[in-house]
């Protein structure tokens, strides 16, 4: 007799709006640590399009080669960019 796959759920779920609530935070965080570089200058250096980057800037989804393109090129490990923003979230949960 074939036992039952039950699926346990180890992550809360999101929802929609939570998620894209997330993108934007992430994607105000990016556009404030761009500070040093203009949009052009940045986009070439990192090898993303002008024209994704600001949509990533305005909270647009990526792929996460993406993002780690444009976190190394923004000097920051993945473990940096997250704390900055966990830090933006203290207060919102």
């Known amino acids: 007799m074939k036992r039952k796959k039950t699926h346990t759920n180890v992550a809360p779920r999101l929802t929609n709006d939570e998620i894209e609530q997330m993108l934007m935070e992430i ?7 761009m ?3 203009t949009i052009e200058k940045f ?6 399009g002008r024209s994704q980057l600001d949509k990533y800037r305005k909270g647009e ?3 996460l080669s993406t993002f780690l393109r444009l976190i190394y090129g923004l000097g920051l490990t993945p473990e940096k960019f997250f704390r ?4 933006t979230r203290k ?3």
Do not use: R
């Open 27 to 33: 994607g105000s965080i990016i556009k404030k640590l």
């Open 61 to 63: 989804d990526m792929y």
């Open 91 to 93: 207060g919102k949960s």
């Open 84 to 87: 900055k923003v966990a830090g």
């Open 43 to 48: 986009a070439y250096d990192t090898s993303i």
């Open 35 to 37: 500070t040093k570089t």
